[in-house]
């Protein structure tokens, strides 16, 4: 007597095998259709470094490498969804507590493509308090974010002193930060120092959480880049121009050499900011 149950269970096999064939194509595709790119960081991710007209610097006007990132993967991906979580003035640190909420957590799950650019500010931070400190100003008593309220009360004080004194020289009270006699200049360096230091110890936590949330993501990091500019030698911020290059090359030597322990893509700042 033949049997007839083994046949007709390859039968169901084979249907069911062939149902599974037709939908997970269809699976895939959506899923690939919709994928979903998170920016994380501070000002330069957040687009600070892409004004098109720098004399007039319009929020709205912003269109950094993470928006043209987008607009790039949008021409492969027409349905990519956007969020850039970038936060001018956040460091290291900032970065590591935003990855211990819940919401950033999920969407670094989510994400299909995830790029950091962070560390630029364990440096700008303690320039920027050292700097305005000379003339009274506390940073974190203004939060616009390009810092225009801030530079309008500095204006404010030089422009209060120049009144009273015809000869004041602001780069007098600048030079206190290049005098290593001056506790002024003692404690911004030591702050420098620190804010490398920070970045050596929290950037791996950064880029373990981000690969223990997500290991399947395009995940892309940013080099940070020498926020000074010098026209040489003889420019009186060139001393403080090349110890930042020196702290730099500490901190784009970290990220570098994270790149195939976290398995992440390294970019370099200086070229996609350049293209901005």
């Excluded at 320039?127 to 801030?150: E, K, Q, T, V």
């Excluded at 000869?167 to 404690?187: C, E, G, N, Q, V």
């Excluded at 880029?207 to 395009?218: H, V």
């Excluded at 911020?237 to 994270?258: D, M, Q």
Aim: hydrophobic share 45%; proline share 7%; aromatic share 10%.
């Amino acid at each position: 007597m033949l049997n007839l149950k083994r046949p007709k269970r390859l039968l169901l096999i084979a249907l069911l095998l062939t149902v599974v064939m037709v939908f997970l194509p269809v699976a895939g595709v959506h899923a690939a259709s919709a994928p979903f790119l998170l920016a994380l960081g501070d000002s330069t991710g957040y687009g600070l470094s892409a004004f098109p007209d720098p004399a007039n610097r319009d929020l709205a006007t912003l269109h950094g490498f993470n928006d043209q990132f987008a607009d790039a993967l949008m021409a492969r991906y027409p349905s990519l969804t956007y969020l850039n979580l970038a936060e001018p003035g956040d460091k290291t640190y900032d970065l590591l507590a935003k990855l211990q909420q819940a919401a950033c957590r999920a969407q670094v799950k989510s994400a299909r493509f995830v790029t950091v650019c962070i560390g630029g500010n364990n440096l700008l931070g303690p320039s920027l308090d050292a700097i305005f400190g000379l003339w009274g100003i506390d940073p974190d008593d203004y939060d616009a974010p390009d810092g225009s309220d801030m530079l309008t009360a500095l204006a404010g004080v030089l422009a209060a002193r120049c009144a009273a004194d015809p000869t004041y020289d602001p780069m007098d009270d600048f030079a206190r930060l290049l005098d290593f006699t001056d506790p002024a200049a003692i404690a911004f360096h030591r702050a420098l120092l620190q804010g490398c230091a920070d970045f050596q110890k929290e950037w791996p936590l950064i880029a373990g959480q981000i690969q223990n949330l997500n290991r399947t993501c395009e995940f892309f990091v940013t080099t940070v880049h020498n926020p000074l500019r010098v026209s040489g030698p003889a420019d009186p911020l060139y001393p403080l121009y090349l110890e930042f290059e020196v702290l730099l090359a500490s901190i784009n030597g970290t990220i570098k050499a994270g790149e195939l322990i976290w398995g992440y893509r390294v970019v370099d700042a200086n070229k996609v900011i350049k293209n901005t």
